[in-house]
């Protein structure tokens, strides 16, 4: 069965202090693996997208990467405004057209 | 929120009564999506669409409905609240089966 789990569920931070998101994914074949960024109230907004085993994005503070069994969310010297809950998903090449979405890490930066 | 609007923000209903979630996008992607987010749960699929009248369901569909019969919306209707049905619900739009999901603001639902 296909599958994602994100780790840790919650991380503090202090301000500056540079940390990793975690999302390990099972799936039959990857067709794609998403991370959004979810403020409270609000819909998951997109960060990034990744195809394939060794590809990596950036986007200011943050740099997505992927492996054939997980992907990792690294948050460079965040900031207070980079607090928010970080969702993965993956879709796999099974056919059908649904992500299969983690659980999210609560990220909260100190300042 | 990518071009898609959701009403209404917030609603309560009673158990038994039926509503209508509006989902509507001005992107023009043929991708249309409803999931909904539980606290402490990921996102489930209810129901998606590869295009003007065509829809199919998701993970949870049950005691929902939907219909698309324009590009433009895709409302997705509770006949008969349940408690159960207590939830955030989101719409996603999508250019294409590979593509990203971009969603909208999300709809929060409260059944008493």
């Known amino acids: 069965e296909d599958q994602v789990t994100q780790s840790p569920e919650a991380l503090r931070l202090q301000e500056g202090e540079s940390s990793s998101l975690n999302c390990s994914y099972t799936?039959?074949?990857?067709?794609?693996l998403f991370w959004y960024r979810q403020d409270p109230g609000k819909g998951p907004e997109f960060l990034f997208t990744l195809y394939s085993a060794g590809e990596e994005k950036e986007k200011e503070r943050l740099k997505a990467t992927l492996t054939k069994k997980e992907s990792f969310l690294h948050i460079t010297a965040p900031k207070p405004e980079d607090s928010a809950t970080y969702l993965c998903?993956?879709?796999?090449?099974?056919?059908?057209?649904?992500?299969?979405f983690g659980t999210g890490t609560r990220l909260k930066v100190l300042a | 929120n990518a071009g898609v609007t959701q009403t209404p923000k917030f609603r309560i209903l009673k158990i038994g009564q039926s509503m209508t979630l509006q989902c509507a996008q001005d992107m023009n992607h043929n991708y249309m999506y409803w999931y909904r987010q539980d606290p402490g749960m990921g996102l489930k699929l209810i129901y998606y669409s590869v295009g003007a009248g065509i829809t199919d369901k998701g993970e949870v569909p049950n005691g929902y409905n939907v219909s698309r019969s324009t590009t433009e919306d895709f409302p997705l209707r509770l006949e008969l609240a349940a408690p159960s049905q207590t939830s955030v619900y989101f719409c996603a739009i999508a250019t294409g089966a590979r593509e990203t999901q971009y969603f909208g603001p999300g709809t929060r639902l409260l059944v008493l």
């Open positions: 799936v039959s074949g990857l067709r794609g």
């Open positions: 998903a993956v879709q796999s090449t099974s056919g059908t057209y649904k992500y299969i």
